[in-house]
Each structure stands twice: as C-alpha cells, then as structure tokens.
C-alpha cells in the first residue's frame, strides 16, 4: 500500500499564507500523477489542484485559481501545495492523492490517500 503524509497545515488570518507538503516514501514517485483535495465538515472531498506526474501541467479548481499553486518535487518524492490569500471557506482538512491517470478531478478516480492536514483559516 502507497504511504502519503501530508504536514504544513495550521490555523492562520484570512489574507495569509501557508504552504502543505505531502511525502510519498517507497513510491515510484514519477509515475503518479498527483493531487489535492480538501474536506470540510459536513461536505463532501472536493478537488483543489492538481498535477501531472512531471510537474509540467496543472490544472486547478475555479475556488482556488490564481491564489494556490501545486508543485512536485520528483527527486523528494513530494508533493507541495502553496496557499496564498486564504480565506475562511478555505478551511478544511488536506488530503493529497496519487493516480496513474492525469487531470483526474473526482475523489473516487484516486486509489491512495494520506490521512489529512488540518487547514483553519480565521476572518
């Protein structure tokens, strides 16, 4: 089974910043297209960005578009997720994601998970 730990996350004021990271140790990093996707109480996981297994393309939610950027980093076997402007709807809990398939967008499409970073984002 893939093992992803995601870390960064943290309770911040509406207008900062904050950047998660999610380790992938043991994967065959660069064959998985990677993904982000968030969590709020009482919703369903919803999409946030994501990005092809060389870190040439990404593809993002219109929520999240121009304010949060994904990045890989092959040679780390991780991913980052780089959230600027949050705001409180953006509070949720972080989940990142592996696929063998590109620009994948719903949570069912991806095979393994971490466990979740908690993001609060306080007005």
């Known amino acids: 089974q893939v093992q992803l730990v995601e870390s960064g996350g943290g309770l911040v004021q509406a207008g900062e910043s904050l950047t998660l990271s999610c380790a992938a140790p043991g994967l065959a990093f660069s064959r998985y297209n990677m993904a982000w996707f968030r969590q709020a109480p009482g919703k369903e996981r919803s999409f946030v960005a994501t990005?092809?297994?060389?870190?040439?393309?990404?593809y993002y939610a219109d929520s999240v578009k121009g304010r949060f950027t994904i990045s890989r980093d092959n040679a780390k076997n991780t991913v980052y997720l780089r959230m600027n402007s949050l705001k409180p709807e953006d509070t949720a809990v972080y989940y990142c994601?592996?696929?063998?398939?590109?620009?994948?967008?719903?949570?069912?499409?991806?095979?393994?998970w971490g466990q979740g970073t908690q993001v609060t984002v306080s007005s």
């Open positions: 994601a592996a696929a063998a398939a590109a620009y994948l967008v719903r949570a069912q499409d991806y095979h393994d």
């Open positions: 990005v092809e297994r060389l870190g040439k393309s990404t």
